[in-house]
């Protein structure tokens, strides 16, 4: 093979291929990508350069102080910072539905009184753990708790006017001698 050739293998290496001058066109300027490239603005230093053998960018710079609220927690200045564990928002959410619940069913024979208290407590539970940062819904904890309360004095007012009234009916009954008062019509009396 000629050495033409060799030297516009196709699969030779880059450097080892040289175009051929053609005799029809004048010679050109240089392309694009032969021209030096800016790096930086115009009036900064330029970069200080890399350790022979270093590869990758430079140390990302500090972000600037910043005014106002303060970000989201778990993030970092320059984007995520991995993946994040969701809050756990259980305790605050089910202290919430037992609180109203509690409320709406203050007449069911205690159940209200029951309910409020295990809202009083996952309402607490959840307090705690909006405070450590493990949750986000600290407000539906606090409405859990307080309905919760609400739902343990109602609840509990009302069941303790249900046992009085029993209590007072089931009294009069017993020691009621009268027997005009029979709601039955038909039952035997007998004199004493």
Not at 7 to 16: F, Q, R
Not at 167 to 175: C, H, I, L, M
């Amino acid at each position: 093979m000629s050495e033409r050739s060799d030297s516009n293998d196709p699969w030779a290496p880059p450097e080892s291929r040289q175009p051929e001058p053609s005799p029809y066109q004048p010679p050109t300027a240089p392309g694009v990508h032969d021209q030096p490239t800016m790096t930086s603005v115009p009036g900064e230093l330029p970069p200080p350069p890399m350790a022979p053998g270093t590869y990758g960018y430079p140390a990302p710079a500090p972000p600037a102080a910043s005014y106002g609220y303060p970000g989201y927690p778990g993030y970092s200045a320059y984007g995520q910072s991995g993946w994040q564990q969701a809050p756990a928002n259980g305790m605050g959410i089910t202290a919430l539905v037992l609180g109203i619940i509690s409320v709406v069913l203050f007449c069911a024979w205690g159940l209200g009184v029951v309910l409020g208290i295990l809202a009083l407590i996952f309402g607490i539970i959840g307090r705690k753990k909006a405070n450590r940062g493990e949750a986000n819904n600290h407000g539906m904890a606090l409405a859990g708790i307080i309905l919760g309360a609400v739902g343990i004095v109602i609840g509990g007012t009302v069941l303790a006017f249900i046992i009085w009234t029993v209590a007072t009916e089931a009294g009069r009954d017993a020691y009621d001698d009268n027997s005009d008062n029979d709601p039955f019509g038909t039952s035997l009396t007998v004199p004493r």
